[in-house]
Every structure is written in structure tokens, then in C-alpha cells.
């Protein structure tokens, strides 16, 4: 009789243990059931991700093709009859521009952001099983491990990382220059075209012209442009010059906050200083200059592998 209780209640003790173990372990957190809990949101918010970048990307080339033509039909003609002298600048100033956003936008949509190879093993990423190394992050749409990962582009239906960095920043630039140069040309003529759809529309009997309607549309869409572009520059610019990622910004805020209630300043360890910064994300080393490899189209690839960090920046620990 002793020994059949004994063994009824280890039964019921490995019964219990094993109830348990499908539900809770130590690791646990309220972060991790949040995570699990929204995780079909997330597959389903991530296919449709993959959709919306070809959709973005085709948008992008139709509205930028449009502005294109309407700029070479409409206002460059008008610009032409001004002096022989405003027509250079607009050829040229206007041609580099172009020539740089279609390159550094081409650049950024089919370069390898770069990923995680198996022999390089710093820590396992708990999504795909595969090694991550320092600043390496999982992005849910590519579902790869993408090196130096700042965010998921719809725009250019690509990740934006190691290699690809610099082609996305320089393509933003001067996206927003073309997108300025272009609202500053069209301004007086959007102006002058403004009142006469005014004046036709309070006519009776009297249609305005199409023509006006694309003059409006060419300003309106660029002014708008450059309002959006200006923000996202300047996010990225601060990031950069602290030596950040959009991810590791909000990493290092926590960090941050944490070491605060210690007592303690964080320092991120990837933050070479506000020059060197820089030069690292254009790639300025190896006797390139600024004048031939940014204000210029270039291929040439960043400073580093993406993977090893301890050779260029410091990883002193925290102090």
C-alpha cells in the first residue's frame, strides 16, 4: 500500500512537471507572450510588407519618370527662353542630380545589404538559428540576418545594412535637392498657373487647361516630397554622426535609461566621433576624396567586412 501511494504521487509529480513545462519556464517573460501572442499579426503584417515594396517601388519610378518628362516639356522650355546662361546651369546642375538619384536609388534597391555567414559565429539569432554577429539583426521580411541592419526600405524593397547604407543616405540627399531644385523652378509658374485655374474656374462656361493641372501637380508634388525627405535626412544624419543604426537607437535609449538609474553614462561602443563617423559610413578611406566618390556616382564599398568591429571602433566597455 506504501509503495502504490509512492508511486501514484510521482506519477502525478511527473505529470504536474510536464503540465507545467508546456506553458512556463524561467525564461519567460511578458515580452516574450507579447511577442508570441502577435507573432500571426506580424506574418501576416510581413507578407504583405513583401507586396508593398513592389507596389513602393513601381510608384517611385512612375512618379519620378512623370516629374521627369513634365520638368524636360514644360518648365525647361520656359527656362530656355530666360538666357543662354540659366539654360547650362539647368542642363547641368539639373543632369547631375538625376544622375545621382537614379544611380544611388539603383544602388540601394539590388546591392546585398549584406548577411551573416556560418563561420562567423558571435551569437544565435532565436528566429532563423543562424549566427549573428555585432550589430547583425533579424529582419522579419527578407527572414535573414542582415549585417549593420538599420530598417526595412518599402521604397526600395530592400533592406538598408552594411552595404547598401550609403547608396540609401546619398539617394535621400539628393532625392530632396532634385526635390527642391524642382519646386523652386515650377514655384512661379505653379504661382502664375494657380490664378488662371482660378480665374477659368469662375468663368462660366470655360474649362481650365490640363496643362495647368500638370504644372500644379509637378510643384505640389515635389514641395510635399520635400517635406517627408527633410525629416528622414535629418534622422539619419543625427544617427550617423552618433554612430547609430535605427535599431540600435532604440537599443542604446534603453541601455541608457538603465545605467541612468545606476549612476552611470553609457557610451556606444561603435561611436568613433563625429568625423570618423561619417567617414566610415561614405567610405572615405583608402585615399578616396569627397569630390569623386560622393558628389560623384561610385561603386566603392564601405570601410570594413560588417562583421569585425574591434579593428575601427572602439568597444570599451561602459563606464
Avoid at 507586396?51 to 520656359?78: A, D, E, K, Q
Avoid at 543616405?169 to 519646386?183: I, K, Q, R, T
Wanted: some cysteine.
Amino acid at each position: 500500500m506504501f509503495y502504490l501511494g509512492t508511486r501514484c504521487k510521482y506519477k502525478y509529480f511527473l505529470y504536474k512537471i510536464t503540465f507545467y513545462s508546456l506553458f512556463y519556464n524561467f525564461l519567460c517573460s511578458w515580452t516574450m507572450i507579447f511577442d508570441t501572442m502577435m507573432e500571426p499579426c506580424i506574418r501576416f503584417v510581413t507578407k504583405f510588407v513583401k507586396i508593398l515594396g513592389l507596389i513602393f517601388l513601381s510608384l517611385f519610378v512612375v512618379l519620378t519618370t512623370s516629374v521627369v518628362v513634365i520638368f524636360y516639356s514644360c518648365l525647361l522650355p520656359i527656362k530656355i527662353e530666360e538666357s543662354i546662361y540659366w539654360t547650362i546651369y539647368h542642363l547641368v546642375f539639373g543632369h547631375w542630380l538625376l544622375l545621382n538619384i537614379v544611380f544611388n536609388y539603383f544602388k540601394g534597391s539590388f546591392t546585398c545589404p549584406g548577411y551573416t555567414k556560418n563561420d562567423e559565429t558571435i551569437t544565435i539569432c532565436k528566429k532563423c538559428m543562424m549566427p549573428k554577429p555585432l550589430r547583425a539583426h533579424h529582419c522579419r521580411v527578407c527572414n535573414r540576418c542582415v549585417l549593420k541592419m538599420d530598417h526595412h526600405c518599402p521604397w526600395l524593397n530592400n533592406c538598408v545594412g552594411f552595404y547598401n547604407h550609403r547608396y540609401f543616405f546619398m539617394f535621400c540627399v539628393y532625392m530632396l535637392l532634385g526635390c527642391v531644385y524642382v519646386s523652386v523652378v515650377a514655384y512661379p509658374m505653379f504661382k502664375r498657373h494657380y490664378n488662371i485655374y482660378w480665374s477659368q474656374q469662375l468663368q462660366p462656361g470655360r474649362s481650365y487647361l490640363s496643362y495647368h493641372n500638370i504644372i500644379m501637380f509637378e510643384f505640389l508634388l515635389c514641395s510635399t516630397a520635400c517635406l517627408a525627405l527633410l525629416g528622414m535626412v535629418i534622422w539619419h544624419a543625427r544617427l550617423i554622426s552618433c554612430g547609430e543604426t535605427s535599431i540600435e537607437s532604440h537599443i542604446n535609449r534603453t541601455e541608457r535609461k538603465k545605467l541612468e538609474a545606476c549612476g552611470k553614462v553609457y557610451k556606444n561602443p561603435f561611436d568613433k566621433g563625429f568625423i570618423n563617423n561619417w567617414k566610415i559610413l561614405l567610405g572615405l578611406n583608402n585615399k578616396r576624396s569627397f569630390w569623386r566618390h560622393i558628389l560623384l556616382p561610385s561603386s566603392h564599398e564601405p570601410h570594413g567586412d560588417g562583421i569585425h568591429w574591434t579593428d575601427d571602433l572602439d568597444t570599451s566597455e561602459v563606464v
